[in-house]
Structures are given as structure tokens and as C-alpha cells.
């Protein structure tokens, strides 16, 4: 039972008043029956607000249904909250709390409460009284608004506070009396048991109210995890299908060089065969199409990770359009195709990474030509408002609205009777596409089936990227600072072309050389020099060297040491070969080259820590030195060059872009 020690007072503003005390009848300490009845009441109204208030939050937690939303659930226990207190006080009331998620975020308990408030709930309309000033659900009640309901003397409000914060206001109107009307014994006692009821109250409500708030808070976070597993589980299937689908593709063309190698070793070359010299063709063509597919994947990849980096330049638009053409040209010969290429008078240059618009056009092109078996196929440029068009149209046999859906998915390739499905790599469309967008631009696609298709890249005349900077600086650069940029970017320009891997150009393997033969070379093609009879042979050819043409290999693996020896050699070169960085240092005592052939990855020395240590002796500090290596990730070439090398060159090596490098600083070093 409530003892009058244990009421702790307020006074109708919210301010603590001293513990109520009842002055005692017949007995000390004891209470009249109208008293006993007064607490017996306000206990219960207590017992049912706890009950309604549990039963609200156990409907909340319960609930499945989207409709069932914590802020009705909020406004449902505010209403039961104003409504109880109503009926027990007989008082009109309303509560007018702060924004949602008052109490999971609420403020820190020195912290002032907030401006305004939010009516959340009145009082239902069988309310002993109305409210003095018209006030409804929703509206928004500043300090000045609570000022103006307390200056009223029928109306009273109490602050509503979550431990030592305060939160929000309860605004009470009492049932008017009057001034000669004397209250009854059961009023009195239920006026001084006012301020613990309310405040009573007011903590049922605001432990109600918190827990609603943290059950939303554990099922935003259990949605999370479900999004985020769900996700996981796609990233999962998704690396078990490029795994699945990477490994086909890989396999397909191995099968094809393994297989007719061992033909040719098992029937003994010939090379005036014509069936060994169309194995050979078969083993090139898998070779370089294995070597497309992981240029394509390391592309996709570097997308992806956002390390693909742009070397946007003011481009001629007619000199890239025609080298895809040509690029494609055999193809479409041998198909019986014509080639057709028209561009707009007005069209003139693109600021544009033009290795990148070429790799995009020769795609697209590609698949036109692959799908298309009589008729022509074309590529026209024109301008449109702030960037220009390139469509590639052909005359085949069109695409389904169905497999459109699936055209730019990687590794997705088109059933049709008129394509080998062994063609491509199934990368081209989704690199072509993710391209365009990295230029601020897009691919779209319109086909008919039956009727051909036509794929058009649209591209900005200028990237975004480049115009938002332009814009940021506001201020032009010198003449001097232009041309040292542009001078910058075609230096990058002629280093990605040589040193980048392509698949446009045919290996010089078959290539008609010059250059005098040697007996290095005769030993390697008879195929039974060994690993140190190479290094012996090609040691005594470079014992008195000629300054210009003495090369020094290093280079650890036998097969490419072969591959660059022979075709080296016969292009007029003395190479010596070694295997680490032991040899180097011995080659090096005997005779000075005129530039190094460094690989990078080499046993117990790697070739980028000899090549610091050859730019550190002043005797070999002014040796060219281009490295070699199957790294081909973004920042490779970089370290390359920050350890002293002079060019860098991935591998599988193109055989003319090394023979374009040693022409290059072969010369220069002789100079």
C-alpha cells in the first residue's frame, strides 16, 4: 500500500515540491476510508495503463504485416497514455512530444530540451472539459505556444522526462471550479496524489515507448543482416560462376595449342606441311584469343576495383575509326562482307583515351561482323547535342528482345546459327559498355530479328571528370603547361601501346625479318640446344661485341629465353642470355651492352632489385633497361619504372612492340 512518505510531490509546472503528507483522523498515521479509496484508484489506473501500454508493445512485436509501422504504435501508446490520465484526473490532455526516436537518441542530460514539440495525442472526446486554446494532432507547439497554455490558470502542463532528460510535455486542463465551491475530501487527497500519478505514468509510457523503439532498431538491423547475407550469397554464386565460366574459356583454347602441338611433335614438324603450317595458324589463333580473354578479364577487373586509369586526350576522330576498320578488314574479306565507315562533316576531334575508342569500336565491330553472313556491316559518327554517336549497324541476323536482356552480362554469348560459339570471349560487350560509362557516356542497342542491329556508344564531347576539374579552376593554363601536358600524355600514350598486350596484333613469329642469321639461331630451331649450351653459344658470339646490336637477356624461364633469342637473333641482334643476377654480373665484367632485357621475376634476386643496383654503379648507370613481366596490373608498370627501368613490356610478350622498344633506345643508347 502507498505510504504518504513515499508520494514525492511536483507542483503543477514540473518542479519538485516536498513529499505529501495526510494529516491523520483518530489514529497517527492512519487514513480516512475516502483516502484508502482515492490510492485504491490511482493504483489501478496505473495497473491498466501498464496493461494496455504491454499489450500495445506485444501487438507491435508480434506484428508481420508492413502495415503495422512504429509510428502508429507510437501515436497508439500516446493515445492510451492521455486517455488513462484523462479518465483518472478527469482532465482534459494532450501530449506533445519531440521528433521519433526520441528516447533511443535521446539528448545527453545536461542538454536543454528541444524548441518545439509534436501533439501526439488528445484526450478522447468524452473528456470532462476541452482544451483552453484550440490545439490538434500533428500540430507543432513552440516555447512561446507552452508559455501561452501556462499562462492560463485552468490549465497546468508537466514535463515528461526519460531518466534526466526531457523529452516532451503533458498539457492538462482540470475541470473548472468555483472560487466559493470548497473540494471534498477525495478531491483534495486525489490533487495531492497529482504530480506522483503523472509522473508514474509518464515512466510506464516512456519504458513502453523505449521498447518499441529498440525492437525497430533490432528488426532494421536483422533486415540488414538478411540484405547483407543475401548479398553475400550473390557475391558467392556470382565468383562461382566466373570461376565456372573463366575456366571453360580458358580451357577451350589450351585444348586446341596443347592438342595440336603434341600432334606436331608426334608426326615430326614440317614446315612445308600445309597441315602443320594450319596447325600452326590454329595454335596462334587460341594463343592470341587466350590472350584476349585475360586482357579482357584484367580490364573487367580493373574496372571493378576502380584502378582503370583513363589517359583522355584531344583525339582525331577519322584516324581512330579507320584503324578499327582496318583492324577488321581481313575478317570481313573472308566473309564476303562489305565495310563501310561514314562520318559527319562537322565531326572533328574527341577529348577521349583513343586506345580505349579503338578497343570499344573493334568490338562492337566484331560482333557485327561474327553475326552477320551476307550484306555489309558499317560505322557511322555523327554529333548530337554535347557529344557525338558512334553506331556500328550490320545486316544480320538480328537480336531477339529476350537475349537483348543478356547482352552486356559478362561471359553471355548469343546462340546463333551464324556465329561459332567459340568466337569471342563473351567480355566484349559488358567491357565496351562499362568503357563508355567510365567516359561519362553509355551504349544503347536497337535490333530486329531478321533485320540486323545497330549498337551506338554516346560519349561527351569532353569526359566529366576533365570539364568538372576545368570548371573547379576557373583559370586557364599556360601555353607552356598545355604543351608540357600534351607532350605528357602522348609520351603515356606511346608507352601503353607498346608495353600493353594486344590481341590486334598478330605475333612476328610469322612475320617476314631482316637481319643476318646466326648459328645461336640454328642450334635453337635444330630443338636440342640445352639450358647451358644456349648460355655458352651465345656467350662466345658476344666475346668481341658490336656496341649497337649486343643485347643482354635476363631471363629465368627457358621457353621464353628461346622464343626471344631466336626471334632477336634474326633480326640482327647478339644476345647474351643468363638466369639470374650472378650471371648478369659475370656477363657484365666480360662486355657492356647496349641495353638489358631484364625479367622481373627472377630466383633469389628479383630483376627490380638489379636494376636498382645497376642504377646505383656508375659503371652500367646509363644501360637501358626495359623490364619484362607477366604483372599486368595496375602500379606494375610504375614500380617498373620508379626502380630505374627505361621501358616496361608485359608478358606475353608482342614480339613487334619489343622490336619497336629496341629500336627505339637501342638507338638512343647509341646516340
Known sequence: MLQPSDVPGQDGKGALSPPITVAPTTL?????????????????????????????????LAATSPLETIDSTRVHLAQILVNELSAALREWCALALQP????????????????TFTVWAIASSDSHTTAPLPIAVGQTLSDRDLQSWQAYSSASSWQVRHGQAAVGWLLLAPVATAPHERLSEAESYLAQLRPWLLEQSCDRFCSALLQVELIQAQRQQQQELVARNRELNQTSQLKSDFLANTSHEIRTPLSSILG???????????????????????????????????????DLSKIEANQLDLFCESTAVKAVCETAITLVREKASDKGLTLKLEIAPQVDTLVVDALRLKQMLFNLLSNALKFTSKGSVGLQVSAINGGLCFTVWDTGTGISEDQQQLLFRPYSQLVNAEANRDEGTGLGLALTQKLAELHGGSVEVSSTLGFGSRFTIVLPL????????????????SSEDKSGETKCNEEKAVERSIAQPSSEIHFAVQAAVTGKGSKVVERLQAGNTSHDNISQISSKTTKTPSRSNHL????????????????????????????????????????LPALIL???????EDGLALTQELKRDARYRSIPVIAQTAMAMTGDRDLCLEAGSTAYISKPIDLKALAQLLTQHVKLARD
Open 462 to 477: 569532353v569526359p566529366p571528370m576533365l570539364a568538372s576539374g576545368e570548371d573547379k579552376s576557373g583559370e586557364d593554363k
Open 28 to 60: 497517527e498515521g492512519a487514513r480516512t476510508g475516502q483516502q484508502l479509496a482515492v490510492e485504491l484508484q490511482a493504483e489501478r489506473c496505473l495497473n491498466q495503463l501498464g496493461l494496455k501500454l504491454n499489450a500495445c508493445v506485444s501487438t507491435f
Open 552 to 591: 643482354l637477356l635476363v631471363e629465368d624461364n627457358y621457353y621464353n629465353a628461346k622464343l626471344v633469342l631466336t626471334y632477336l637473333s634474326r633480326l640482327g641482334y647478339e644476345v647474351t642470355w643468363v638466369k639470374d643476377g650472378y650471371e648478369m654480373r659475370q656477363a657484365l665484367l666480360r662486355a
Open 260 to 298: 595440336f602441338t603434341h600432334l606436331m611433335r608426334e608426326q615430326g614438324f614440317n614446315a612445308s606441311s600445309k597441315r602443320h603450317q594450319e596447325y600452326l595458324n590454329i595454335i596462334l589463333s587460341s594463343g592470341q584469343h587466350l590472350l584476349a580473354l585475360i586482357n579482357d578479364i584484367l
Open 100 to 115: 521519433t526516436d526520441v528516447l533511443s537518441d535521446r539528448p545527453t542530460p545536461n542538454e536543454p530540451p528541444a524548441a
Open 598 to 604: 631484364m625479367d622481373v621475376n627472377l630466383p633469389h
